[in-house]
């Protein structure tokens, strides 16, 4: 099993930055990549940003140039630093690790972002 902890949520003004953490524990061996994905009221869950262990990133379209992933090595960590935010990206961030097999889910992180 492999456990992550999400933090950094919370609410910002339009325009402003803020940066979600996941710490990452457990069976971390089989973990191929780790990313964010995110919710908003009345939608379904979407992909944010991915980043794979072979060092590969991808991002979705509404948040190339604003998002980055990152990833800190020794504390077993995955950042996600977001500028310039916009009211749009107002939604409940996940966590996400997967293997060849698995995939696991933080219990998510609101971020609020105000006009």
């Known amino acids: 099993q492999v456990q992550l902890v999400e933090s950094g949520g919370g609410l910002v003004q339009a325009g402003g930055s803020l940066r979600l953490s996941c710490a990452a524990s457990?069976?971390?061996?089989?973990?191929?990549?780790m990313g964010w994905y995110r919710q908003a009221p009345g939608k379904q869950r979407e992909l944010v940003a991915v980043?794979?262990?072979?060092?590969?990133?991808n991002y979705a379209d509404s948040v190339k140039g604003r998002f980055t992933i990152s990833r800190d090595n020794a504390k077993n960590t995955v950042l996600l630093q977001m500028n310039s935010l916009k009211t749009e990206d107002t939604a409940v961030y996940y966590c996400?690790?997967?293997?060849?097999?698995?995939?696991?889910w933080g219990q998510g992180t609101q971020v609020t972002v105000s006009s």
């Open positions: 980043r794979r262990y072979s060092g590969s990133t």
């Open positions: 457990g069976r971390l061996f089989s973990i191929n990549g």
């Open positions: 996400n690790a997967f293997s060849a097999y698995d995939e696991y």
